[in-house]
């Protein structure tokens, strides 16, 4: 499939606007120069990607968000590598343009850089993900620059860390008060470590804004407000077809009702005869 990407925004040439190759890191570091602002969007199967990857969202991140949309977990703690390699393998193989950034799941880095390195092996060779995504600030220095060193692109991600719940108690809004200064000194340490980029989760607008000025390299918000590079959301949310959304969500379509009237109509012409009709039928 793979059709001819949606036309860019006007003077926007990450968004839709490179064609005949995959995003690079180097492509969103150069927009950031620009100035331009780029959508991510979560991903985790085959039909889906081609979707959002021909409609030009530059970035598709194999969120550990699976755990909770994909495997039906209460948290992101529970996925493993085992669970989120093969998602990642079919976002891989079913685009052409989309950098693939696979997050490395709960365990799968904490403990050491050499574990993360070979967490982030398993995601590139296996996966096929050109990135790799981890949660946490000066706590994970270490990881981010033998991975870089390694030559593996690393987004970061601060704020609420969803694989920290336990600790954080709660999804909640972080970065409030004194707590900013420590985020923007974990921001800092990741891009001195190495990360081309950084997810800002559910912290205050203000904050978000400033951490992106002090930035050379790209911040994504989710949950963050309008002034940061780039944002993300988990695409079931921004499509609906999620239950329960937080605040920060815009949902652009309905798919939940869609795909309940379109199950519900199949289910009554199973039950009254109406299909499968002629059309629908081989003849001998
Ligand atoms: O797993 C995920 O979907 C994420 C995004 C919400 C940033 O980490």
Do not use: C
């Not at 690079?24 to 959002?52: H, N, V």
């Not at 995601?123 to 000066?138: D, I, N, P, W, Y």
């Not at 690393?154 to 709660?170: A, D, E, F, I």
């Amino acid at each position: 499939m793979n059709t001819t990407p949606k036309t860019p925004e006007a003077g926007n040439a990450l968004y839709g606007g490179v064609t005949n190759r995959r995003v690079t890191i180097r492509d969103l570091a150069r927009a950031k120069q620009r100035g331009e602002r780029w959508p991510m969007l979560t991903a985790y199967d085959a039909l889906t990607s081609r979707i959002f990857d021909d409609a030009g969202i530059p970035v598709l991140l194999v969120g550990d968000s699976a755990a909770n949309v994909v495997y039906g977990y209460e948290s992101t703690v529970p996925i493993t590598m085992d669970e989120l390699v093969p998602l990642t393998a079919a976002v891989a193989r079913s685009t052409k343009r989309a950098l693939v950034v696979s997050d490395l799941p709960f365990g799968a880095y904490q403990g050491s850089p050499q574990q993360a390195l070979e967490a982030a092996s398993r995601f590139m060779k296996e996966g096929g993900a050109q990135a790799v995504k981890l949660e946490g600030g000066r706590a994970v220095a270490p990881q981010v620059e033998l991975l870089v060193s390694a030559g593996v692109p690393v987004m970061g991600h601060v704020g609420l860390t969803p694989q920290s719940v336990n600790t954080l108690g709660g999804y909640r809004v972080q970065g409030r008060g004194e707590a900013a200064e420590e985020l923007l000194k974990d921001a800092k340490e990741l891009e001195r470590a190495g990360a081309f980029s950084v997810v800002l989760e559910a912290v205050p607008a203000d904050l978000a804004a400033e951490v992106t000025r002090q930035l050379s390299i790209p911040t994504i918000g989710i949950g963050a407000g309008a002034g940061t590079d780039a944002q993300v959301l988990v695409w079931q949310d921004m499509a609906g077809l999620s239950p329960r959304v937080a605040k920060f969500v815009k949902t652009y379509a309905n798919l939940a009702d869609t795909l309940r009237d379109a199950a519900s109509e199949y289910a009554d012409e199973v039950v009254n005869g109406a299909f499968p009709a002629e059309e629908h039928t081989y003849k001998s």
